[in-house]
């Protein structure tokens, strides 16, 4: 498995951005889909964002579509999330997670979920202040 830590989370007012970071060491970093997460209080944690081995294929929850941008690099074994144009509900700890069940041609939106990532972060809280 891959060991990721994320960072980059913080407070930050309504409209504003921030970009996520998520570093990861151990096995080969270019051979898994990398996702984000995130988890707001008494909900459950829901997918965000995900992105191909070769950052060809993304996919993102409807709600952050046109806001949030995920990317990688493959040669610093790292993935972002860009998140511009921020709103109170977007307030969570995103968490970062690495699965290698897919690939560029097999991952689709609905296979985007919790149990097909073995590998996490530990999370980074975002807070958007209206």
């Known amino acids: 498995q891959v060991q990721l830590v994320e960072s980059g989370g913080g407070l930050v007012q309504a409209g504003g951005s921030l970009r996520l970071s998520c570093a990861a060491s151990?096995?080969?970093?270019?051979?898994?889909?990398m996702g984000w997460f995130r988890q707001a209080p008494g909900k459950e944690r829901e997918f965000v964002a995900a992105l191909s081995q070769g950052g060809t294929i993304t996919h993102y929850r409807d709600s952050v579509k046109g806001r949030f941008t995920i990317s990688r690099d493959n040669a610093k074994n790292t993935v972002y999330l860009q998140m511009n144009s921020l709103k109170p509900e977007d307030t969570a700890v995103y968490y970062c997670?690495?699965?290698?069940?897919?690939?560029?041609?097999?991952?689709?939106?609905?296979?985007?979920?919790?149990?097909?990532?073995?590998?996490w972060g530990q999370g980074t809280q975002v807070t958007v202040s209206s």
């Open positions: 997670a690495a699965s290698n069940l897919f690939t560029a041609a097999t991952m689709r939106p609905a296979t985007m979920t919790p149990p097909n990532f073995a590998s």
């Open positions: 151990g096995q080969t970093f270019s051979s898994y889909v």
